[in-house]
């Protein structure tokens, strides 16, 4: 009676399926799997058993230890959490033993197989454990990363190195002119007065500062008029002085 | 490679809607569950000889086995045992040995070792012959045993037979079996040092159970020896035997009469049975006996009876002699009021009891009767303490003692030299029914606006400036509180408290038990208050109806229950009518409507509520309308013998914020926005078709259908309808040459027409009627446009993310049983105008399309879920919030989860990136900056005056 058991027990365990996880670069350590991590092995329910699931072991293997004895062309996903497994075509005779893996593309036919894992060698005699590799393809990342706030990035900014540029500019020009040498700096003078830009811009500053913003507004003159306008208000001084003299 | 190609893509379109890490715990809770402990199979075990620490491993009434760290109560690994044998009634037996990284456990006719530290299979068995009865590890000190792996024994139960089966421990193959076909009740299984017995029931003549002992030789299994206890004057049913030991040097049966005076005990291996009078002096009837001893091979031979009576309980500590197995009355711990649970431990071969009560824990010693610690308990529960274990650690003289304690009402909690460290209420896990509740004090404010609309307009003017001036006693307060605000608000890591935006509503949840809790979504999902208010197992909520300050709960039976939302008090009750109700609806009203399971309504209703769409249970999809309650206004009867599975509609909050669909043409595709739409399924389980059909719920006209082939109509089919568009999804099988295989999600979009800025037959028609259509043909079919995309796993529900406004865009919420998640599918992916074949047109990128790829790969950032394990989850409802941005997403049914989503990232709200630090850093740079470059201008302005001149 008992021996009856033992063989029943032996015939179920017959046709196995092992899938191992090897360690790759994106998984090093298939030990750290969570325990969620199992495997199904799915088709069009023909007879009862249509959906199959094997959990992972301690030796990071999946084993389906009883197949049911039916051809049939399965779908075979890897799932955990956070990694991505390549799902496979398992094709398993009538009894019970599989006859060949294959990676299979989602989306695709189902009769474009990829890469072939194990086929079923018919000269020799039948092999009942099947042992494959799984395929990592990818893992997921679940979070955003937040921009985290650092000096550096700061510096970066084209308007802060614009701001900084204009302040050492501001702070060292004068710094600088000292420094130079009376005759230079008295060429320098003669040149930034002749040049009409800065000899302008200098007027205006000199007039009370120049109002840029009722400029942009259009409501204050042209910086250039202002500059052509200064030497007019000298003449008109002048003629004035001359009217009085009369 | 392709893979790589739709990550790259769905990358690139979708409004990336992921959390942030520091917003983990902040905006999502998650309560994993694991249902109700078996208080035999529940024990602190320590996984690893090296280490002390140990974890608390049970197995529950939902066959779901359990690693739970006792520190914090966080669950460690779990395993659902019930997918794999038979489903199973009663929960599961799970043993564990100390220092041995495994446990063993078995449900139904399904048997599995599990490592014991992080839940990997070391082996799974299954029986054909039978069920698992009972299972026992081995200790035993053979010479054979090199391996640290401990063998199992398994008693394997039919209608015939009972079969002691000794399992290897680490293949889990056969090593031995032994088989009684003599038809007696197979019992438990039991072991000593040197022998295995078996323990079943035999048939007494009359009536009753004689106990009858099989011992076995562990090592061959071979019967040694054989004895009938005369038992069948006490022992009336299998649940009359009190207790079984096992694995220690003299385990015990013990067994009482029925009314409670004496006590039989027998140290199995001996023939005798020895009697022991109860000696009851607190005057009241025994209701419980329980027997504690301890597990381990080398403890005392000590045991406790704790006899528990209506109001009170006590405890007898007994000690067996070893040599002549007879029991002698050690000491007594004394008759207290109130409840209270006993738990034994073990440190080496000494045993120690520990008894919570309701105002103390105390250790004592089974040696002596001296008490060892003593707490006060902080917190007196009004639940009953169903079962305790404990843990005793001791530290020279002084001991300290942790206990798990369940109560009756599913929750178990950890109590810590008197103080509750942590409470898990897996009552939760058998949650029907769940909503958003208002709270009174947010509705205050409202009812005084009302007043004001009502009034008139002097009236409501000095009524307004009367609530003005009452607010400034508010004054003081908000003042003293304001720079403790500022401070903190600019120093604390906290994203801004949202609370008022409607974000941390509580939720109340009524489960299978007849209880209901309320959660505090802002508070990590805390139970706030739970309240027993229906005394069943079976509690068939259809329908909780919210107004604010109560909700009211309507079950099946037709009975229903109002309940304060803020204490849990129950205000008013309806008892049941004489009917089975399949669904209740909620009315705008605050009513109900009650549909029968043939689809009528149960009650009259007249045209207000207008019409009605109801299936019935045998699979027809029925319309109503007000003018006749009686028969239907149509029928669906889907064609080719299919059957009506599900049914559903779009939400009650659907707002649609554009009418159209702008292209990058600037032209308008018109949105087909008919509200009265219904999706039925209807599968054909013969020859694996499944039909899909839109109806439009007044005419009842199949507005689209279609049919897909080589559907499994035993996996699960989810759909789901929203504004203009639907989806579902379903296991699809190879049924021609081109077919793929593999889970399926198929998106369709309705529109009013196929030619952008013609809206088809309404042409300029402001409104139309489904009933009279000017040309007969009404109301108007939509243009449909559909896209299917292979996904990687099965969809087991769907549901839709709801806005205030509908401005923010939709998310898909699908729930993944296979990997314990819950996805939100951005909808610019599921776009079903993605171009097939070919890159989009420079005007279709501008709408956002993309080239369409057949296999969408759900993307890390789209589980809401993240890093968590949210199993079993049946329902996820969705819940619009203040802010246009947010929605609540609340999902139940096995584990409980809840979060804010974002699809369109919280575009309304400072999030965390937002330093205010920063800001105000910022600002007193620049403050500092002009005030010491103001003088230097200053001065130089000065300087040049006098220079021009």
């Known amino acids: 009676m008992s021996l009856v058991a033992v063989l029943l027990l032996c015939h179920l365990a017959a046709a196995s399926l092992t899938i191992t996880i090897p360690a790759t670069n994106l998984l090093p350590n298939p030990h750290g799997l969570p325990a969620s991590t199992h495997a199904t092995l799915t088709t069009l329910p023909s007879g009862n058993d249509h959906l199959l699931t094997a959990s992972l072991t301690h030796a990071s293997t999946l084993v389906f230890h009883d197949i049911p004895a039916q051809q049939e062309s399965y779908l075979l996903d890897i799932r955990s959490s956070e990694y991505i497994f390549a799902p496979y075509r398992v094709d398993v005779a009538a009894d019970g033993s599989v006859l060949g893996i294959w990676e299979t593309f989602r989306g695709n036919p189902w009769d474009n197989r990829g890469a072939e894992k194990y086929v079923v060698d018919a000269a020799a005699k039948k092999q009942s454990d099947v042992v494959v590799e799984a395929k990592l393809v990818g893992r997921r990342g679940f979070f955003e990363e937040r921009a985290k706030f650092s000096p550096l990035s700061l510096v970066k900014n084209p308007m802060i190195l614009l701001a900084i540029v204009a302040l050492g500019f501001t702070l060292g020009m004068p710094k600088l002119m000292e420094s130079m040498d009376p005759e230079m700096r008295a060429e320098f003078e003669e040149h930034s007065r002749s040049s009409p830009l800065t000899g302008g811009a200098s007027n205006a500053l000199a007039g009370g500062g120049f109002d840029l913003a009722g400029w942009m507004a259009g409501t204050s003159p042209n910086p250039m008029a202002n500059a052509d306008a200064a030497p007019a208000g000298v003449t008109g001084r002048d003629t004035g002085a001359a009217t009085r003299r009369r | ?949």
């Open chain 2, 1 to 949: 490679m392709r893979l790589q190609v739709a990550l790259f893509i769905a990358a690139c379109v979708s409004p990336a809607a992921a959390i942030y890490p520091d917003e983990v715990n902040h905006v999502d809770f998650h309560h994993a569950l694991i249902g109700t402990p078996s208080p035999d199979s529940t024990f602190f075990l320590k996984p690893s000889s090296a280490s002390n620490a140990s974890l608390l491993y049970t197995i529950s009434d939902q066959s779901i086995l359990g690693a739970v760290n006792p520190r914090d109560g966080a669950l460690i690994w779990r395993k659902d045992l019930s997918r794999a044998g038979f489903p199973t009634n009663k929960g599961g037996i799970l043993r564990g040995s100390d220092g041995h990284n495994a446990v063993v456990g078995a449900a139904g006719n399904y048997i599995s070792s599990w490592t014991a530290q992080d839940g990997k299979l070391i082996w799974e068995n299954k029986f054909q012959d039978g069920v698992v009865a009972d299972i026992e590890l081995l200790e035993l000190e053979e010479a054979s045993a090199t391996s640290g792996a401990r063998d199992t024994l398994a008693l394997v139960g039919s209608e015939s037979a009972g079969i002691v089966r000794r399992l290897d421990g680490n293949t889990g193959k056969t090593k031995w079996e032994s088989k009684d076909t003599s038809g007696d009740v197979a019992f438990q299984v039991s072991s000593s040092p040197t022998e295995v017995f078996y323990i079943s029931l035999q048939s007494a003549l009359l009536k009753g159970y004689k106990v009858k002992v099989t011992a076995l030789d562990p090592v061959n299994g071979r019967q040694t020896r054989q004895y009938v206890l005369n038992s069948e004057n006490e022992i009336a049913t299998p649940e009359s035997v009190l207790y079984v030991g096992a694995n220690v040097a003299s385990p015990l049966i013990v067994w009482a009469d029925k009314t409670h005076k004496t006590l039989k005990v027998n140290v199995i291996g001996t023939k005798q049975v020895q009697t022991v009078n109860i000696e009851n002096t607190s005057g009241q009837d025994i209701r419980r006996i329980t027997v504690h001893a301890p597990h381990k091979l080398n403890s005392l031979p000590h045991f406790l009876v704790h006899y528990v009576t209506e109001s009170g309980a006590w405890a007898e500590v007994y000690h067996v002699d070893l040599m002549t197995s007879a029991v002698t009355k050690a000491y007594k711990l004394p008759y207290l009021q109130g409840q209270s649970a006993v738990a034994t431990s073990n440190i080496d071969a000494n045993v120690y009891f520990t008894r919570i009560t309701d105002s103390e824990a105390t250790i004592v010693s089974s040696a002596s009767h001296g008490i060892l610690g003593r707490w006060n308990m902080e917190a007196a529960s009004t639940e009953r303490a169903l079962h305790a274990v404990s843990e005793v650690v001791s530290k020279g003289k002084s001991v300290a003692v942790r206990a798990v304690v369940l109560r009756e009402a599913g929750a178990w909690e950890l109590v810590r030299n008197g103080q509750t460290e942590w409470t898990r209420h897996e009552d939760l896990i058998d949650a029907v029914a769940a909503t958003w509740v208002e709270q009174e004090a947010q509705e205050a404010l409202a009812h005084e606006l009302e007043v004001e609309g009502h009034e008139s307009l002097i009236g409501a003017y000095i009524h307004r400036v009367k609530r003005h001036i009452r607010d400034l006693q508010h004054l003081p307060d908000w003042l003293k509180e304001l720079p403790q605000r500022i401070v903190s608000s600019v120093l604390t890591d906290e994203v801004t408290n949202l609370d008022n935006f409607g974000v941390a509503k509580p939720v109340i949840v009524a489960t299978k038990s007849g209880r209901l809790y309320a959660l505090n979504t802002g508070k990590q999902g805390a139970v706030d208050w739970s309240v027993q208010v229906e005394e069943t197992s079976q509690w068939d909520v259809k329908s909780i109806v919210t107004r604010p300050g109560e909700a009211t709960i309507y079950a099946s039976d037709g009975s229903s229950a109002t309940v304060n939302v803020s204490t849990g008090e129950v205000i008013s009750r309806t008892a049941p009518t004489n009917v089975k109700l399949q669904s209740i609806l909620s009315l705008e009203d605050h009513s109900v409507l009650g549909i029968n399971e043939d689809g009528s309504p149960a009650t009259l209703f007249d045209d207000s509520i207008g019409f009605l769409v109801t299936t019935s249970a045998d699979g027809r999809v029925l319309g109503w309308s007000g003018q006749d309650n009686k028969s239907p206004v149509w029928e669906f009867v889907p064609p080719s013998s299919q059957k009506v599975v599900h049914a559903t509609s779009r939400p009650v909050h659907d707002p649609i914020a554009s009418i159209g669909k702008v292209l990058g043409n600037r032209s308008v595709l018109y949105k087909y926005l008919n509200p009265n739409l219904a999706l039925v399924t209807a599968v054909n389980e013969k020859n694996n078709t499944a039909g899909f059909y839109l109806l439009d719920g007044v005419s009842g006209k199949v507005l689209y259908a279609t049919t897909q082939y080589g559907v499994d109509p035993t996996q699960p089919i989810a759909s789901v309808i929203t504004e203009n568009w639907f989806a579902y999804s379903f296991f699809g099988d190879v049924v021609d040459e081109s077919s793929a295989k593999g889970y399926q999600l198929v998106i369709s979009e309705l529109y009013e027409s196929s030619a952008p800025n013609d809206r088809g037959p309404l042409d300029s028609a402001g409104n139309f009627s489904s009933l009279h259509g000017s040309n007969g043909d009404s109301p108007p079919s939509p243009h449909v446009v559909s896209q299917a995309f292979v996904i990687p796993e099965p969809i087991s529900h769907m549901a839709v993310t709801q806005t205030r406004q509908g401005i923010t865009t939709r998310q898909l919420l699908c729930t993944l049983p296979e990997s314990s998640s819950i996805v939100g599918i951005p909808r610019p992916v599921l776009d079903p105008r993605r171009p097939v074949d070919r890159d989009p047109t420079s005007s279709e990128a501008e709408e956002g399309l993309f080239r369409y790829a057949p296999f969408l790969e759900f993307d890390g950032r789209w589980f809401l879920t993240h890093v968590r394990d949210v199993s079993g989850i049946k329902t996820v409802l969705s819940q619009p919030t203040l802010l246009e941005s947010t929605s609540l997403v609340f999902a139940f049914g096995g584990d409980i989860f809840g979060t804010r989503a974002t699809p369109s990232q919280a575009f309304d709200v400072l999030g965390k990136s937002f330093s205010k630090l920063q800001l105000v850093a910022t600002i007193v740079a620049l403050s500092i900056g002009v005030a010491f470059l103001a003088p230097m201008v200053r001065k130089k302005q000065v300087n040049q005056l006098w220079k021009a001149v």
